[in-house]
Structures are given as structure tokens and as C-alpha cells.
């Protein structure tokens, strides 16, 4: 009976229709694919959460520059594009200056710490209370951020397609659920690299086709926003406004600046480059994501201030709470060619695929490695190991992800705010006050173990008070003054930063309070991450000329299927348009591929080949 109404479904939808559908599920098929390939790499906990330390630094690099945005960037921050122009670029460019800074000093620094979760390097440097404390914060925040996420995705495609919300939900969750559950961190960073050569490609696309919608261009695009008279909206610095939660002014600049490189450059932050093999690897994982999010912040919000220049009656009329949302949306649907609506529909599932799979990966570990051991420690248990610890690893995953796909849900019916201001509020009622001792406690030596704790309770009064500001609860009751003012975002993030940060320095005169014990750890953590990684001792074999050919393989085929869609009806300008992007993506994975075969030895007399780099040939 189900399957018969599915057929009589897929009989009423129209052909164009069809060819959108197909290409979506071929590139879930192709995750799923993915996934089975990579499963085989995993052997215990380091592989299935930090690639054994194998990974190169293309691929890891790739995978981080995707996990450091989500489809938020193309509905929220499209939202902010379509009502108050190139602002938006701030909080972009601020991602380029954070990874700048991971390039220049902190990214070879966290690869030498040597470890599989945030967590543990917390307990390095802190002590076991202040890393249980983080632990389970991140247990449950994460939640938050992850289904904020999936639900900008669904409102995204409930924009394009008409889809129900949380059918998206459910389904784009559940698929991502499968891949990261049976491939771990391996078909997190391969899916990740192979979702970055789709959406690079075709945002550049987009935002080509935008421009050509104007006489002159990329100028005509300029005139049209003068003559419309949105220059001064669309300037990206405004005057300052404390009556705005946000308003774009200089000291807003400064905040979102100084927001983002703390936290990109703090301990939490560390993860990213676990997986690399090197501290020379990990900064050109680091350098290659401060390339990619730059041209990001050059392409990716043409779209949505071309729909307020020439299809703004058309955003207003869409069904979201705030309709502004979807204008990346409107404007890809009225440029894009026959069959490659579909794929930047696969573009915007990249987006928060990634930041989702990572995040599951990532929260993971944080369990299995700090959360796990901390409650077999307290109900005096052996605690799993090898095999054991690697399927608990995979079980909490599932159980993660369910939870997230049930909390997005759940979010899909808030309706009071954008989700760009959501975001807003969470980064600085949360962000600000967790990234102080963090991102001080990597510079500054001489702080005993609780400095942390006491620097986040510091921070987290102004956080608290700036959260209920102009709000009328039993808070401003007991604090009237609050209740008659709403504090700016940048007023809250100083705030919490300044005062956090001089709780953190407070603490410094007690080091000498400090055990000898901490002492010693505390020396041990700094030597180890001033210490460069000796891969063939410490790891051994690499594995770089077989994620060449997996990866290059899958990104070689995927394109020859993309440029398949040049059998649709289009005029010439579409058909280019879709050799452009198969075109793109293929040629970056025949280059990986070849590389990777070119590579690999003639195999000797007796038939023992193996690679260059040490390791048995493998094949796709």
C-alpha cells in the first residue's frame, strides 16, 4: 500500500520536478557510499575520531573550512544580506582572521597536544573538574547549535521546494546520522572534501548568474543599489544605534572580531586539527580554510541583495517568520538553469551537513574520552577499552543524533525571532564567557587549576544580566534597572569577555598556592605543545596516496554525473553553466586521483608492491 501511493506520487510530479529529486537522493546515495568505503578505517577510538592522525592536510583543512559554517549562511545571514547589505561580511571575515591566527601560531600547537578530544586537553592544562565541567557543557549545548542548524536547513528547503518542514528535518538528519555513525571521523572529512567541491563552485555560479541579471555587472549591480537608495543600508559600517540588539556599528565590528577569534583560537577549537599528521600539515589545514572562507565572503551574499534589488515582492510573499530568510533561495531559483536547482539544494545540504556530521563526531568523542572515564572513575568501574570502547563511541553517536533530530524539531515551531538573532543571542549569552580561560590559559602559565572556573563565574554575571535585560521577569524584579534597557550584542560580549578575563588574572597571585603535583602537569602541558610531532615515530605508516584515490575517485565520478545534466533542455549559457560545476569537480578529483596513482612505485619482481609513503595498495 506505501509503496503503491509512492508510486502514484511520483507519477504527479512534474519532470522538471523529478530531475531535481534524483539528483538529491544520487548525492545521498553517494554519502552513504562514502561511508561504507572509509568504515574499513576504523581499527579503535583514534581512528574513528581523529583519523589515527592520518589525515592530510588538504583533507582536513577542507573539512574544517565546511564545519565553520552551516545553511545558516545562506538563510540567516542571507536575511541580514537582504536588509542590511555587505555588514554581513564582518562575521565572515572575522572567521578569515581567526583561521589567519590558527595558521600563524595555535594550529601546530593544538596538533602537538596530541590528543582525541577538546576536553581532554582542558584536563591537561586545568585539572579534572574544570574538563568535567566542560564536558558536560558541551553535552548539552551542543544540541542547541546542531538543531539551530538542521532547522535552517528545512526553512531553506521549505522556501525552495515547498517541503514540510520537519519531513526535512527528520530525513537530512537521519542521513547524516548514518554516515558519520558508520564511517566516524574518516567519512566526516571525506564527505566534508566532497561537499566543498560542489559548493564552492556552484555558489561561484550563483552569484555569476545574479550579476548577469544586471546591464554592466558587477557595476550595474552597484548602480542598482544606488538608485534604489539602499547605499547607506547596505554600507557595511552603520551609526551607531543602542537601541538595536545588533546595528552594525564600528563597535559592533570590533565585538564580532574580537568574539570570533577568541573562540576559533581557544582550546575548544583544538579539535579541528587532531586528525592532521604534523604541525607543518596542521597549518596549511588552517591556511587553505583562511583561502576558502575569504572567497566565501567575496561570492556568497550577491544572491540574497540581488533579491532585494529585483525580487523582493517575491521573498516577501514566502511563508517563514521572517521571509528575508529565504532570499538566497529566491534568487538561485530565478537564475539557476533546468537541473541545477536540485544540486544547490545539495549545495545547502553540504553546508550543515557538515557542520552537523563533525559536531556528532566531535561530541562523540568527548563522551567516550572525558564523560565516560569521569563516571567509571566516580561508580569505581573498569572503564571499556579497544573494540568495547569504539562500539560505545558508535552507540552514543546514535543516541546524539536522535536527540538533535528531536530538538530541531522542536525548534521548527519558534517563531518569535530570525534565526540569524538567535544565533546572535546565543553566541553572546554562551560563546563569550566559555572561550576566556580557554584561549588565556594557552599564553599565560602561571594560573592555578580552578583560575578557569573562576573566570567563567566572573564572565557569566554580565552574560546573565545582559540575557534579561529589557525583559520583564522575576530577574529585572530583583534588578529593576534592567528591566527599562536592552543591552546591545557588542555591550554584552565585552562585557562578559573583560570581566572574565580579568577574573582569570585575579587568580594569577594564587599560583604559587598551586601543588607541586600541578605544577608539573601544568609544565608537562606546555612542553608537549611546544614540542613537534615526530610522525614516523609516534604514528607511523601514512596513508596519504589512498585518501588521494578514495577521495580523488569519488569527485572524478560525481562530476561526470553532474555534467550528465547537460542532457536536460537548456539554452547554451546552461549547459556551460552545468559543465562548469561537473567540469569543476571533476577536474579537482581526476587531479587527486592521478597524483594519487602516479605516485605509487612500480611494484617489484616478487609482486610485494607497496606505496611511497609505506603503506599496502589499496583500491577503490
Not at 545553511?71 to 578569515?96: D, E, K
Not at 537601541?243 to 570570533?260: H, P, T, Y
Not at 519558534?414 to 563569550?432: H, N, R, T
Request: aromatic share 14%; with cysteine.
Amino acid at each position: 500500500m506505501m509503496l503503491d501511493n509512492a508510486m502514484n506520487w511520483l507519477q504527479m510530479q512534474p519532470p522538471g520536478r523529478m530531475i531535481e529529486y534524483a539528483v538529491i537522493a544520487g548525492y545521498l546515495v553517494v554519502l552513504v557510499v562514502v561511508a561504507l568505503v572509509f568504515r574499513r578505517f576504523n581499527e579503535n577510538v583514534s581512528d574513528y575520531f581523529r583519523n589515527g592522525c592520518k589525515g592530510t592536510w588538504w583533507l582536513v583543512g577542507m573539512s574544517g573550512f565546511m564545519a565553520s559554517f552551516s545553511a545558516w549562511t545562506f538563510t540567516g545571514a542571507a536575511g541580514v544580506a537582504y536588509s542590511n547589505g555587505w555588514s554581513i561580511i564582518i562575521i565572515f571575515s572575522g572567521n578569515v582572521l581567526a583561521m589567519l591566527f590558527n595558521a600563524a601560531f595555535l594550529a601546530p600547537w593544538f596538533r602537538q597536544l596530541r590528543a582525541i578530544s577538546g576536553p581532554e586537553v582542558i584536563k591537561m592544562r586545568f585539572g579534572v573538574p574544570t574538563q568535567q565541567f566542560y564536558a558536560w557543557l558541551t553535552f548539552f549545548t551542543y544540541f542547541i547549535g546542531a538543531s539551530l542548524q538542521l532547522y535552517a536547513l528545512a526553512a531553506f528547503c521549505s522556501a525552495v521546494f515547498q517541503y514540510q518542514v520537519g519531513a526535512v528535518i527528520v530525513f537530512v538528519g537521519c542521513v547524516v546520522l548514518f554516515y558519520s555513525l558508520l564511517g566516524g571521523s574518516w567519512a566526516v572529512m571525506a564527505t566534508d572534501f566532497i561537499q566543498s567541491l560542489i559548493l564552492i563552485p556552484m555558489t561561484v555560479l550563483v552569484a555569476w548568474l545574479c550579476l548577469r541579471q544586471f546591464d554592466g555587472g558587477l557595476f550595474g549591480f552597484l548602480d542598482a543599489i544606488r538608485a534604489q537608495g539602499l547605499s547607506e543600508q547596505f554600507s557595511i559600517v552603520k551609526p551607531v544605534d543602542t537601541s538595536k540588539f545588533v546595528d552594525f556599528s564600528w563597535i559592533w565590528i570590533v565585538g564580532m572580531w574580537l568574539n570570533q577569534c577568541l573562540g576559533q583560537n581557544a582550546i575548544g577549537a583544538a579539535p579541528r586539527y587532531f586528525a592532521v599528521k604534523d604541525g607543518r600539515e596542521a597549518r596549511k589545514a588552517a591556511l587553505i580554510g583562511a583561502v576558502c572562507m575569504a572567497f566565501g565572503c567575496l561570492v556568497w551574499f550577491i544572491p540574497p541583495m540581488t533579491a532585494r534589488l529585483l525580487y523582493a515582492d517575491a521573498v516577501q510573499a514566502v511563508s517563514l517568520s521572517n521571509p528575508a530568510d529565504a532570499s538566497y533561495a529566491i534568487a538561485s531559483v530565478r537564475v539557476l538553469p533546468a537541473g541545477l536547482t536540485g544540486l544547490m539544494v545539495v549545495a545547502m545540504f553540504a553546508a550543515t551537513m557538515s557542520a552537523m556530521d563533525t559536531g556528532l563526531n566531535r561530541n562523540a568523542a568527548v563522551f567516550t574520552n572525558d564523560i565516560y572515564p569521569g563516571l567509571c572513575r566516580l561508580y569505581q568501574l573498569k572503564p571499556l577499552e579497544g573494540k568495547r570502547l569504539l562500539f560505545l563511541g558508535q552507540l552514543y553517536t546514535l543516541l546524539l543524533g536522535a536527540i538533535v533530530i528531536t530538538v530541531a524539531y522542536y525548534l521548527s515551531t519558534f517563531k518569535e525571532l530570525s534565526i540569524f538573532e538567535i544565533m546572535q543571542m546565543i553566541g553572546a549569552v554562551l560563546g563569550s564567557v566559555l572561550v576566556v580561560p580557554l584561549f588565556m590559559g594557552l599564553f599565560i602559565k602561571k594560573a592555578p587549576w580552578w583560575s578557569g572556573l573562576v573566570a567563567i563565574g566572573c564572565g557569566a554575571v554580565p552574560s546573565i544580566l545582559g540575557y534579561n535585560s529589557g525583559k520583564v521577569n522575576w530577574v529585572t524584579e530583583l534588578l529593576p534597572f534592567l528591566a527599562s534597557y536592552t543591552w546591545p550584542w557588542y555591550m554584552r560580549v565585552y562585557l562578559n569577555l573583560g570581566i572574565g578575563a580579568a577574573g582569570f588574572l585575579a587568580c594569577m597571585p594564587f599560583w604559587r598556592t598551586s601543588s607541586s603535583a600541578y605544577r608539573k602537569q601544568v609544565d608537562h602541558f606546555f612542553t608537549i605543545m611546544h614540542t613537534p610531532v615526530d610522525f614516523a615515530r609516534e604514528v607511523g605508516e601514512a596513508t596519504d596516496l589512498t585518501q588521494l584515490r578514495i577521495v580523488g575517485g569519488f569527485c572524478l565520478a560525481i562530476g561526470v554525473c553532474i555534467c550528465s545534466l547537460m542532457l536536460v533542455g537548456n539554452p547554451l549559457w546552461g549547459r556551460l553553466s552545468i559543465l562548469f560545476i561537473g567540469g569543476s569537480v571533476a577536474a579537482v578529483g581526476g587531479a587527486l586521483f592521478w597524483v594519487g596513482l602516479r605516485s605509487v612505485p612500480p611494484a617489484p619482481p616478487d609482486g610485494t608492491a607497496e606505496e611511497a609513503d609505506g603503506e599496502p595498495p589499496s583500491s577503490l
